[in-house]
């Protein structure tokens, strides 16, 4: 009992403390003072992956500090709210709004050594006119009629933001030790999620879902930095080129603020992955069909279950392809087998299932779902492994529901 008070305490307390520095801010303009521009410190503040959904692909922030004055702050492109109206709604249509919020250095650093993610700072190597353009930058930025920015997850981010900041802000080249623009990195918007999500399945494949063909193009290094440690990576070897003085090296310090054991970051998957659970479920279809067929019955309920749910995901994945502003989720293959039209015709071909009676839907529907399968390998999409399995069961439904209706017929 004690050490749920204790656990849960501390959570209320930063809560409190985060929302009564946002209360403070909420509405005002945050000056940034650019006397003593020597005695400013800036850095690039790099988080560990969570465990969320939302937050198992690391953060990015820049922290301002200056001594002389008692000045710590984090500036954070992160800040968005769940109790927004229609929230889930427009995240689906990528009409979701961030902001740039300030908080206490403390605080942030304080909340994210409990949430058990390393923070890492990499403190920048830049002059007292660049430090004045990036507080000018920031003092614009967070404006109330400036700080919410139209959020999209691969090109304009909390990590993106900071980047571009940082390159604005410099008088010289910024030179990274790669190439930023070939797209012969092998790493596409699809692999780089699935490198974050190795240890969430079932998160992993929600996002397979959801993202088209467009998320396996391959991507340039300078695209990759929508990622936070591939923002850190490459700022860490990344060289400022002036005009007339020698280059410098774009971090001068590094320093782990928060550093948590690997055995604390342990996050295992769950046994029940999505495709061990697709295939449980071809191994019971391919029982029940072959049950189904020895004494001819329809089994047409578990029909109505299977083509139901294939209609569900089918209007979800046509939703996001025909409505959602994410560039990534159109055009999506996966409608060769999830489609609405399972879910439109439902009552008819069940109707004709449960008299065991010929469905020219199914009849087409099998010769689909065979090619699909045929052709896995070389529609220009990649498909999580436990479609498969997937395809396999309304393969098996709808070319047994055509083979039981044409021997009853017989």
Known sequence: MRRFVLKYGFLLLTLICQLNISAQLRGATLVLPTDSLDTWQVSLITCGPGV????????????????????????????????????????????????????????????????????????????????????????ENYKPQNRMYRYNYFYDNCATRPRDLIEKCLQGELKYQDDMQTIETGQSFRSIVHEFTSNNSWSQFGIDL??????????????MMFIPLYLEEFFASAVILPNEKKSLPLVAQNHSLVVIPEADKVRQDTPLTPFRCATFLFIMT??????????????????????????????????????????????????????????????????????????????????????????????????????????????????SNWLLSYSHKR
């Open 210 to 223: 959801c993202l088209g063909s467009e998320a396996d193009k391959p991507i340039s290094r300078r695209m």
């Open 52 to 139: 969320e959904v939302y937050n198992q692909f690391g953060h990015s922030a820049i922290r301002m500090k200056n001594e002389a004055y008692d000045i710590d702050l984090i500036y954070n492109y992160g800040i968005f709210s769940f109790n927004t109206p229609n929230f889930a709604l427009r995240f689906t249509l990528g009409q979701t709004d961030y902001l740039l919020g300030i908080q206490g250095y403390q605080d942030f650093v304080d909340w994210y050594a409990y949430s058990k993610r390393d923070v890492r700072e990499q403190v920048l190597n830049l002059s007292v006119e660049e430090k004045n353009t990036l507080i000018g930058l920031l003092n």
């Open 286 to 399: 391919t029982i029940l069909t072959i049950y189904g067929i020895r004494s001819r019955k329809s089994l047409w309920g578990f029909d109505l279950i299977l083509f139901f749910t294939a209609g569900v995901a089918g209007c979800i994945i046509t939703f996001l392809t025909l409505f959602s502003e994410h560039p990534t989720v159109s055009p999506n293959y996966l409608l060769l087998l999830f489609h609405p039209l399972h879910l439109l015709l439902l009552p008819w071909f069940i109707s004709k299932v449960k008299k065991i009676q010929k469905s020219h839907y199914l009849i087409v529907l099998t010769m689909e779902l065979t090619l699909f399968i045929i052709c896995w390998v070389l529609i220009p999409q990649k498909f999580p492994l436990a479609v498969l399995p997937l395809a396999l069961c309304l393969l098996e439904r709808s070319a």
